[in-house]
């Protein structure tokens, strides 16, 4: 498995964690949700949005460490359409 579906995975099950623990929450103790957090704000406003500003940001941290981390060795030498360049039994390379 390369590293950036590792990382995919990893990221699904923090999401997954903190989305089912607001699931559970829900079903099992629905008066929590009732508690005011912040001024005008209960527990099921406050979790709902820092479960959306979780994904967006789990989302950029993701994009930039797919962007910025090194290929693994299964993708060196290939090109960008998953090819290895080579045309008709040669590569691209030998015919410069």
């Known amino acids: ?3 950036n579906a590792r990382m995919g995975l990893i990221f699904f099950a ?3 964690t903190v989305y089912s623990v607001f ?6 103790f629905p008066s929590t949700m ?4 912040m001024p005008g704000l209960n527990l099921a406003i406050v979790y ?4 959306i500003g979780l994904a967006f940001l ?4 993701y994009g930039w460490l797919c962007s910025t ?5 299964s993708t060196k030498g290939r090109l960008a359409d998953g090819s290895d360049g080579e045309i008709g039994g040669g590569s691209i390379e030998a015919r410069r």
Do not use: I
């Open 34 to 37: 009732d508690w005011s957090v």
């Open 69 to 73: 981390g090194t290929p693994d060795d």
């Open 23 to 28: 699931v559970m929450l829900n079903a099992f």
């Open 14 to 16: 923090v999401y997954a």
């Open 58 to 61: 789990m989302a950029m941290l």
């Open 48 to 51: 709902g949005l820092g479960l």
């Open 1 to 3: 498995m390369n590293r």
